[in-house]
DNA sequence: GTCTATATGGGGATAGAC
DNA sequence: GTCTATCCCCATATAGAC
């Protein structure tokens, strides 16, 4: 019953051990809730092990985002490159901006399957528990990849003001990021009626909501809004 | 640099005092991370006072959690009643359907203004860092009122499938819930262009945002979906 | 690199005096 | 109802033998 499901494999050495564990168990209990003590058993590692590799177990968190956040924005920018390539010089459609954003997220995990998104619930459970540290990850590395996105996407709407490219984007970015931990909720609260476990159902209905969002008219400009810093 | 901005007053019983205390630090450091030391040197109480009035700690959590949902629900219940009485026989529209729902909670807190979003900050915080135990409180709290606006949704929508509704309220939750823990990294990732603590302006387009994902065309039907309970 | 043993500090809960 | 003192659990990290 404290047992993963999949074994991590013997062959794998001590590092890689770890991480996968670690990654596991972050996803399913939460990074505070989680010793390092859990994962070195469940990893069968001398519990010393962690520090010696990684030299705490933030350090350890650190090295595990790395390790799947390098590899999926390089996916994203190429699914953007080959869409900019298949439209010449029209701007990429905001359907497409946003598969190339999407897809390699929820693609993300140990190659030969990740099929419960442990990466995926990995990061909303964080960027809920530990926003702080989340955002220095962001800083290293989400700005530029942001940025290429934040562009395309006033390419496909150019009459939309940037201040609301960002709400917007800032919307799509949360519900991708929480889609993973509340599907459970979904399951509950339709009775079942839908079908959680279908990641592309999943991954075409945030697609579709989050560009028809994008339609939506542009909020009251108030008072407040005057003193903004547009440029 | 420890202390409560506003610190909890004196006059306040025992009971009140930790209550007031555990929101704030539940809501801004989480409730795993929040130690029952804590709150008490905070609240100014003894550490056995918890547990004498509560019973545990998550004892705790479950009566603040219920003192702040049950007016929250109240106030939801008169407010979707209200636009049915102005709209009559026709269907309340979505917007307005919405504007019921989450008009309650960014209002929800203590009363003379909970200005910091304490009470959804930590709503926010708990589906991620306890989504098991949130799930719990969800059906004893929300059952009844999704009910009643999942039903207000299909009148303003009858052409929408029952499953869509399903995932587009559960879009619509999700993005309610971690608006507030997400908001710092708006601030930063739009370069300070986006007003983040006006709570009026992101209600709007929250709401606006919604309904627009509202108006999504339907994900394709595929052969899974074509298995389920659809009465 | 790997292990055991331990240092050091924290947690939730409770017994029992007042 | 409130307090102190304490039980017993667990955590991260490291020192030092192998």
Redesign the pocket.
Same mark, same amino acid.
């Given at each position: 019953m404290n047992n993963l499901s999949k074994t991590v494999p013997i062959k794998m050495?001590?590092q890689e051990r770890i991480l996968e564990t670690a990654e596991q168990l972050f996803a399913r209990r939460g990074f505070e809730t989680? *010793?390092?003590? =859990?994962i070195t058993k469940e990893a069968r @590692?001398?519990?010393?092990? @962690?520090?010696? =590799?990684f030299? *705490?177990?933030?350090g350890l968190l650190k090295e595990l985002l790395r390790m799947r956040i390098v590899p999926m924005n390089e996916k994203r920018r190429s699914m953007l490159e080959a869409f900019r390539f298949q439209n010449s010089t029209q701007p990429v459609p905001l359907e497409n901006v946003f598969e190339a954003f999407l897809r390699p997220f929820f693609g993300t995990g140990s190659p030969g399957g990740d099929s419960e998104g442990l990466f995926l619930r990995m990061m909303g459970r964080l960027s809920a528990e530990k926003p702080g540290f989340m955002e220095s990850i962001y800083q290293e590395h989400f700005r530029d990849i942001q940025e290429l996105f934040i562009n395309a996407i006033k390419e496909a709407r150019p009459n939309l003001r940037e201040e609301e490219v960002f709400w917007r984007f800032h919307f799509a970015l949360t519900l991708m990021l929480s889609s993973m931990t509340q599907r459970q909720r979904l399951k509950i609260s339709s009775h079942g009626r839908c079908q959680t476990d279908d990641i592309e159902g999943l991954i075409e209905r945030l697609i579709a909501f989050i560009c028809a969002g994008f339609q939506s008219p542009v909020a009251s400009e108030n008072s407040v809004a005057a003193m903004g810093v547009l440029s």
């Open positions: 050495d001590t989680t *010793s390092l003590r =859990h @590692v001398n519990l010393a092990a @962690v520090n010696y =590799h030299g *705490s177990k933030e």
